[in-house]
């Protein structure tokens, strides 16, 4: 059997996972034989090429692109002192003494242990009603259910023409929970970080990336605002603290989705895979250090954010690169469904092919054929449109 027929034979089946039909499947054999003839060879993804790349979409602003003294002369009141509160308050407080501005910040609290702490924290402390009667700025960084509460009761009978009020999410504003009236400024700073990442990233100098938005602009000057607001709180010298403009509408969906949506497909993927592996007599400790107790996953959702979700692959060995790619690919074309059932039948069917060799003999197949089926997947995904835009976003931050 000559090596075309061999290469044809052993790859059809487990080439036609990602080809939709033979003739490009063998244009492919024909090309790798050519270019490999029939030596198994580790296979390495291309370096793409990034010389001479346009840089453009969505306009990413820095700490050079802020005016901070849209920010002179103003009391800024910062309505709820938790974790957000807190570390927002700290760093515009720091931020208005390293740059001497004529700007003072407040705090609007009710009665508990965060108003004794932001005492503590040497501020000034009022209640809510009474912050906002001084405050030119509002930060409103209470949960979003309690907003409208607050701010029917609080905030909204002590706005006056003139007065700015920023929100750390689009939710109350998108979902029409609250109106403010038309003589203010409506504005969103949300930075991408949990409260103590947004202290710690600003001690550090390397800062984190917000969205921002204008919602309604009656100064006329209210992006410049959020701008300064933005860099105050948080823009450091890093490349990737930037600040990405994006209406209340798109990060109340965008937020919402991943918490709806993609959070609870992993959580429900991390108990079906736990389940599946104590069916099969891994250790339950074994099991969770494997999914995630040993801290494994969040160094490679490190290095996605590094450097994106496939050019990460290659850190991984080749058996693992192969089976990401193909399930992956094999997820995307087939119906499943989405019940837990469902979900935890096509992890035991996936098991059931780890345990039984079809996922070795497959793999074996694959490196004697020359990667035909990985080379192909990666190609597949370097044309993905989220892939593209990534890796032109990485480069933008200098990653």
């Known amino acids: 059997m000559n090596a075309k027929n061999y290469f044809q034979k052993i790859i059809l089946v487990y080439?036609?996972?990602?080809?939709?039909?033979?003739?490009?499947?063998?244009?492919?054999?024909?090309?790798?034989?050519?270019?490999?003839?029939?030596?198994?060879?580790?296979?390495?993804?291309?370096?793409?090429?990034?010389?001479?790349?346009?840089?453009?979409?969505?306009?990413?602003?820095?700490?050079?692109?802020?005016?901070?003294?849209?920010?002179?002369?103003?009391?800024?009141?910062?309505?709820?002192?938790?974790?957000?509160?807190?570390?927002?308050?700290?760093?515009?407080?720091?931020?208005?003494?390293?740059?001497?501005?004529?700007?003072?910040?407040?705090?609007?609290?009710?009665?508990?242990?965060?108003?004794?702490?932001?005492?503590?924290?040497?501020f000034e402390v009022y209640a809510i009603s009474e912050a906002c009667e001084k405050a030119d700025i509002m930060l409103i960084l209470i949960p979003d259910e309690v907003i409208p509460g607050v701010y029917n009761e609080d905030i909204e009978p002590h706005l006056k023409k003139g007065n700015v009020i920023d929100f750390a999410s689009g939710y109350c504003i998108t979902c029409k929970l609250i109106e403010p009236p038309k003589g203010v400024d409506v504005i969103m700073v949300a930075p991408r970080m949990g409260g103590k990442e947004v202290r710690e990233l600003y001690k550090s100098g390397e800062g984190f990336p917000n969205l921002f938005a204008v919602g309604q602009d009656a100064s006329g000057e209210a992006r410049e605002i959020t701008l300064a607001l933005s860099s105050t709180i948080g823009l450091g010298k890093s490349q990737s603290s930037i600040a990405?403009?994006?209406?209340?509408?798109?990060?109340?969906?965008?937020?919402?989705?991943?918490?709806?949506?993609?959070?609870?497909?992993?959580?429900?993927?991390?108990?079906?895979?736990?389940?599946?592996?104590?069916?099969?007599?891994?250790?339950?400790?074994?099991?969770?250090?494997?999914?995630?107790?040993?801290?494994?996953?969040?160094?490679?959702?490190?290095?996605?954010?590094?450097?994106?979700?496939?050019?990460?692959?290659?850190?991984?060995?080749?058996?693992?690169?192969?089976?990401?790619?193909?399930?992956?690919?094999?997820?995307?074309?087939?119906?499943?469904?989405?019940?837990?059932e469902q979900i935890k039948a096509y992890g035991r069917e996936k098991a059931e092919e780890i345990k039984n060799g079809t996922f070795a003999r497959e793999w074996t197949l694959e490196k004697l054929g020359g990667y035909i089926v990985l080379k192909k997947m990666y190609e597949q995904n370097e044309n993905c449109p989220i892939i593209k835009e990534e890796q032109k976003l990485l480069r933008r931050l200098g990653r």
């Open 15 to 122: 080439g036609e996972r990602c080809y939709r039909d033979r003739d490009s499947l063998f244009r492919d054999i024909d090309r790798i034989i050519q270019e490999r003839g029939a030596e198994s060879q580790e296979y390495k993804p291309e370096k793409e090429k990034m010389e001479g790349e346009k840089m453009e979409g969505t306009k990413l602003y820095a700490n050079k692109d802020a005016d901070l003294s849209n920010l002179d002369g103003k009391t800024i009141a910062v309505i709820g002192y938790g974790n957000q509160g807190r570390s927002q308050a700290l760093n515009l407080r720091d931020t208005i003494g390293d740059k001497k501005l004529n700007t003072s910040v407040i705090i609007g609290n009710r009665e508990d242990e965060n108003k004794e702490r932001a005492k503590k924290d040497g």
């Open 244 to 340: 990405i403009e994006v209406t209340f509408e798109q990060e109340t969906l965008s937020d919402l989705l991943s918490e709806q949506f993609l959070s609870p497909l992993i959580l429900v993927a991390i108990m079906v895979k736990y389940e599946i592996d104590v069916e099969n007599g891994i250790p339950p400790e074994a099991a969770l250090m494997e999914l995630y107790l040993s801290g494994e996953w969040a160094e490679i959702f490190k290095r996605m954010a590094e450097m994106g979700i496939f050019k990460q692959l290659p850190l991984h060995s080749q058996t693992s690169q192969y089976g990401q790619l193909t399930r992956a690919n094999e997820l995307m074309k087939r119906d499943i469904g989405l019940s837990y």
